[in-house]
């Protein structure tokens, strides 16, 4: 091979290359653009659309209508548009997804951060992860043909479709996440604190629980809420084994549509476009939006508290 | 330990001026008990490496030890060993003894538990750690850990450590205030305060005022002092007018082992071993 001698910046210059380089720049700081801006765009236009087609809704029911009242019934005659029946069911099945979530999540995370050893927690943490892998549906008609039957053994009265096991599940479906982020804020706290902990004699679990835990508080928390956020947008669990039946209960062991249960139903059925029936899936997918934001902003407030700290 | 090695010894080599000393801690051996002591110890890190080598020294009962030493030399590394602190990481090895008296107890032996040995040997660091919690409860922490429950106790054991730890009169109106939000010396008192609240028989100082401006510096300096009354203390330096002004034994570290051990005024008026004595002088360090 022949000596390659190293190019000077006058002859870089003149032979364009500077110029192909700066060209090329340009273009790729555009195309990034591009990409981050249409992502905003998809983003701005579901908003735009939630908005626009639930105006139309609200235009016809009042507001508090929709809030505040107990019959969810678009397609009967007696039409009733109260989307509390749907938001109870919602926020049954996320709330007992926080009941599984938080004290199993918790326990694990504390468990990876604190007591496991390297190559334990190198193991269970990427296997924990591939659990987000597993396709919804199969974790619905897993809730619906195994857990449910063997649940009916002890639990009187636990019907067929249910709320009580989609939000089981749903716990243990956002687990990973939950598990994952709040870890990740435990061992954002400085080993230096955890030696004053056992250098006052503490044990290790008193470690975790006064200094651990405090330390990466807001951390956990926001783990929290935004599995939480989670929980309630999901979908397909809940239209596989909570039923469809907008049904105001607060007995987790009937069964109950929840939003996205609603909103899976209603696309999928024949509903005249532009109809006020159909216009129903934008105005409740809107407070679904609204919900979930509202999780979110909390969500990532806490985040950011958190990571200030350190 | 090389003891006999005779130097030959010029004033000019005093690193701090005669006028500057202390006032002379009188040695006075009819009141001097031994706390605990190092027998043959090593100390070996998990990658295999020897950082303590074979060390003999005696920590004397509520007087002030100071470690001295270049930087690297295995200050740290033995402190930290005074309280276990090397279990924490796995693969750590200890050999040899540290007797914990009167009970001429082996804090490293088999039967050991770490933790109660860090019950009766408290540690403050390097960097001031106050955990992310109120003032009050940083204090409280040790007590809490021991079972105290009892509010009057702990109301009364945390204003006693602040108070000892000269921090009490910057702290006492914002007793359930973050920790974090108090300066750094601050800090550091309030770090001493927390160790010091379950009354150790022992108090290990890693260093306490490197991080810290030299007023903070003074007030810690002076603390030690007051403290060496009724607590026992061993302080890592690497400031020697700092360990000539507050310590009354010097124990002087090189590459794992101890080189010198003495009296603080012996050591640095007078040190036996060529190596302490161009450490003190400022020949390397
Ligand atoms: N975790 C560790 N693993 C291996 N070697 C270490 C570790 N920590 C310190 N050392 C080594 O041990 C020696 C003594 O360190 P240290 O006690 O921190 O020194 P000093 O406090 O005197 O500055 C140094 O050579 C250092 O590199
Ligand atoms: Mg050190």
């Known amino acids: 091979m022949p000596d390659q001698p190293i190019p000077r910046s006058d002859d870089l210059i003149r032979s364009g290359f500077v110029t ?291 | 330990m090389d003891t006999d090695m005779k130097v030959e010894r010029t004033a000019h080599r005093r690193i701090v001026p005669e006028s500057d000393m202390p006032p002379p801690i009188k040695p006075s051996p009819e009141h001097e008990t031994l706390r605990a002591r190092l027998e043959d110890f090593s100390f070996y890190y998990s990658n295999g490496f020897q950082a303590i080598k074979h060390v003999d020294m005696p920590i004397l009962d509520r007087k002030v030890t100071a470690i001295i030493g270049p930087s690297g030399c295995g200050k740290s590394t033995l402190l930290r060993s005074i309280n276990r602190m090397h279990d924490l990481y796995p693969g750590n090895r200890y050999e040899g003894r540290i007797i914990l008296e009167p009970e001429g107890e082996n804090l490293i032996g088999k039967g050991a538990d770490p933790v109660i040995v860090r019950l009766r040997v408290g540690m403050v660091f390097q960097k001031p750690n106050p955990f992310p919690k109120s003032i009050y409860e940083n204090v409280a922490a040790g007590l809490r850990v021991r079972g105290v429950k009892d509010r009057h106790v702990i109301d009364e054991a945390v204003e006693t450590a602040l108070r000892r730890a000269a921090v009490w009169d910057e702290t006492k109106d914002k007793l359930k205030g973050s920790a974090s939000d108090l300066s750094g010396g601050q800090q550091q008192r309030l770090c001493i305060a927390r160790a010091l609240a379950p009354n150790p028989e022992i108090l290990l100082l890693d260093e306490p005022t490197s991080a810290l401006d030299p007023i903070a510096t003074a007030k810690i300096e ?61 020949r390397y360090g």
């Not at chain 1, 290790?204 to 807001?218: C, E």
């Not at chain 1, 105001?248 to 009937?254: A, G, I, M, S, Y």
């Not at chain 1, 909103?263 to 997918?285: E, H, K, N």
């Not at chain 2, 603390?223 to 700092?242: A, G, K």
């Open chain 2, 222 to 282: 002076d603390l030690i002092q007051e403290l060496s009354d009724s607590v026992t203390i061993v302080i890592v330096t690497h400031n020697m007018q700092q360990a000539a002004r507050i310590s009354h034994r010097t124990a002087f570290m090189y590459i794992g082992e101890l080189i010198e051990f003495g009296d603080t005024n012996q050591i640095f008026t007078n040190p036996r071993h060529p190596r302490t004595e161009s450490y003190i002088t400022g």
């Open chain 1, 20 to 310: 192909r380089r700066r060209l090329i720049a340009r273009g790729m700081g555009a195309f990034l653009f591009l990409c981050a801006a249409l992502s905003v765009f998809v983003t701005a236009a579901i908003v735009f659309i939630l908005l626009r087609d639930s105006w139309d809704f609200f235009a016809e029911v009042p507001l508090t209508d929709f809030l505040f009242g107990t019959m969810w019934t678009p397609m009967f005659i007696d039409k009733q548009f109260g989307v509390l029946p749907l938001l109870a069911a919602t926020l049954q099945t996320a709330g007992l997804a926080m009941v599984i979530a938080v004290p199993f999540g918790l326990t694990m995370a504390i468990y990876l951060s604190e007591y496991a050893p390297d190559a334990v927690r190198e193991t269970i943490k990427p296997a924990l992860e591939m659990l987000e892998a597993v396709p919804t549906v199969v974790y619905g008609y897993f809730a619906l043909l195994v857990m449910t039957p063997f649940l009916q053994q002890f639990i009187p009265g636990l019907r067929g479709i249910n709320l009580l096991v989609p939000g089981i599940i749903l716990g243990i479906m956002i687990l990973p996440y939950v598990v994952s982020v709040s870890e990740d804020a435990m061992r954002a706290v400085p080993d230096s604190l955890r030696e004053g902990g056992y250098a006052l004699g503490m044990a290790r679990w008193q470690v975790a629980t006064r200094i651990v835990i405090p330390g990466a508080f807001s951390g956990i928390t926001a783990a929290f809420i935004l599995g939480m956020s989670r929980a309630v947008g999901e979908t397909m669990v809940l239209a596989v084994a909570a039923g469809q039946n907008p049904n105001l209960t607060f007995d987790p062991r009937e069964g109950a549509a929840t939003i996205t249960a609603y909103i899976v139903q209603m696309s999928l059925g024949d509903v005249a476009r532009g109809s006020l029936a159909y216009q129903t899936i934008f105005a409740v997918g809107l407070l679904l939006f609204v919900i979930t934001l509202l999780f979110n902003i909390i969500g990532f407030f806490l985040r950011r508290k958190f990571r200030e700290v350190y």
